[in-house]
């Protein structure tokens, strides 16, 4: 079936040198347009490999892959990508910031002003239109880059750990305000973390990827009613997928208790031979 | 321990003070000693000697600035046209950069005299040497510049698919663009040397050939009036390309 926006069939990525490092070693994933999908998985597992192959920055080694329906051969059109450091250009404002998609596309940027001004409300920026990156917060300038994503009307966003910089308190507003966009423009997104809250709250499927050499071990459906509050963390329902990704994480020896329980163990001891 | 910091007019007074009171002190120590003028004059007969011939004075200084402005635009339009090559093509660069170190290593005040040789005595030679001494600080800074763009911001260019010229306009230059003006900080400097070094070599004008001429007849007010000016524009200049640097990259925080 080639409705899938992102079809990903047993792709690899070696990349060449001495002992050729695996970082896919068979990632098979069918995204359907407009789902959110979370790519959940420990540091350097090559979660973001997988997204670079996707926007085309990076050639797989073998297995297939397509974006609607065409093989990806270079970045394809109508993709908007927001990096893990907002990438915003300091000598612009953030208005010329966001525009600039349309400027490389050769396009002419007066019939996007009213578009630009429709975004920063939507990102809770309209009074910075005219300010430099510089006069923003963190938290803001990744609410302008995810603007400059979304400008040209992307069929598909790839995210890569955009909130990884962030503190927490600001990754919560982000996530909130990052499902609200998204409920008003419905593309499809690829959202890469290794924060496992963060990728239950905002995906409607979690794919979880196992320490390198990248597999996908499990895809989680979330089945919780949207728009979702922070508060649907505290719920039953969002704990056991949680609980369950943490089950798996744990199988994978990427947690271990044991180290926490080891600790204790000495301490008491000390208090009963003072005792 | 914290560094207390001043405001930037305090900040001024206070350099401004420490210089007075330099010139001061020599004062004191030349009138105390006794040291005749021409060993050391005091700062008071260096500025009785500018003030007399004060015209005179200003023509050697602007003739001296122009041959170091021509030398420093000129090794800034070479210098970055040079990276930009260098950084464009792999090719160009292995066959050109050996060659560019190579020239660099060679002191430029020993090839100061062909110079003269190939170009006479007028105001080109000095514009050529202060171009040669100051146009590796450029082109070592613009390739770092150039080859300075975050990773992120290589990507967003690829996957906007803009083109090459867009890209390099738009982002590449404009990255480049606080390393390029470090590197001009450097080459002002550089070529106000290169002026006064064109005009030790050969010259019946400049502030390089009044102290060469006042130090054949032992004239040494003469002299310091000379280095005084050179001091003076040396400050000047640098203050200028600074002002410069603060206006074109706002974003960017020099140490």
């Known amino acids: 079936m080639s409705a899938a926006a992102i079809a990903a069939d047993q792709v690899r990525k070696v990349y060449p040198g001495g002992q050729g490092l695996t970082a896919l070693d068979g990632v098979s994933l069918d995204i359907r347009p407009g789902e959110f999908v979370s790519i959940l998985g420990p540091s350097g597992c090559g979660k973001s490999t997988f997204l670079r192959c996707i926007a085309g920055l990076e050639d797989i080694s073998g297995g297939t892959l397509g974006v609607d329906g065409r093989p990806v051969d270079g970045p394809p059109d109508h993709l908007g990508m927001v990096f893990q450091r907002d990438a915003l250009l300091e000598w612009r404002t953030i208005e010329q910031n966001i525009l600039l998609p349309i400027e490389f596309a050769g396009k002419s940027t007066a019939p996007y002003r009213a578009a630009v001004g429709q975004l920063l409300r939507l990102a809770g920026l309209s009074e910075f239109a005219g300010r430099y990156p510089r006069e923003l917060s963190g938290g803001m300038r990744q609410r302008a880059a995810i603007c400059r994503a979304l400008i040209d009307q992307p069929g598909l966003l790839l995210m890569d750990e955009p909130f990884g910089a962030l503190d927490a308190l600001t990754r919560d507003q982000m996530n909130v305000e990052l499902q609200r966009i998204w409920m008003e423009t419905h593309n499809t997104v690829v959202f890469v973390t290794h924060g496992i809250a963060e990728a239950v709250f905002l995906a409607d499927r979690v794919a979880v990827f196992s320490p390198r050499p990248g597999r996908i071990v499990e895809v989680l459906d979330i089945d919780l009613p949207r728009p979702r509050r922070l508060a649907v963390r505290e719920t039953q329902a969002f704990g056991a997928y949680t609980g369950r990704i943490r089950a798996l994480f744990r199988d994978m020896g990427l947690i271990d208790e044991g180290a926490a329980d080891a600790a204790a163990a000495p301490a008491t001891h000390e208090r009963s031979a003072v005792a | ?255």
Request: proline residues 6%; aromatic residues 10%.
């Open chain 2, 1 to 255: 321990m914290m560094k207390t910091r001043f405001p930037k007019a305090r900040q001024f007074a206070l350099g401004l003070a420490s210089i007075v009171g330099f010139l001061l002190l020599w004062e004191l120590l030349v009138r105390a000693l006794g040291v005749r003028p021409v060993s050391l004059p005091a700062p008071s007969v260096v500025l009785a000697e500018l003030g007399g011939e004060w015209r005179w004075y200003l023509e050697q200084t602007f003739y001296t600035l122009w041959t170091t402005l021509g030398g420093f635009a000129l090794s800034i339009v070479i210098g970055v046209l040079l990276a930009m090559l260098l950084v464009g093509s792999r090719a160009f660069e292995h066959a050109v950069y050996p060659l560019i170190v190579a020239l660099n290593s060679v002191p430029k005040v020993a090839v100061a005299p062909l110079f003269v040789i190939w170009m006479g005595t007028g105001a080109a030679p000095k514009v050529a040497i202060a171009f040669l001494i100051a146009v590796f600080a450029i082109i070592v800074d613009a390739v770092h510049g150039l080859r300075s763009v975050p990773q992120d911001v290589m990507d967003l260019g690829r996957v906007l698919k803009g083109k090459p010229l867009d890209f390099f306009l738009k982002v590449r230059l404009p990255c480049a663009l606080p390393s390029i003006l470090a590197g001009t900080k450097v080459a002002i400097s550089l070529s106000l040397v290169g002026a006064i070094v064109g005009e030790f070599v050969a010259s019946q004008r400049g502030l390089g050939y009044v102290i060469l001429s006042a130090q054949g007849t032992f004239d040494t007010p003469r002299v310091f009036a000379a280095v005084f000016m050179l001091a003076l524009m040396g400050i000047m200049l640098f203050s200028a390309v600074a002002w410069c640097e603060r206006r074109l990259v706002p974003w960017h925080r020099p140490q």
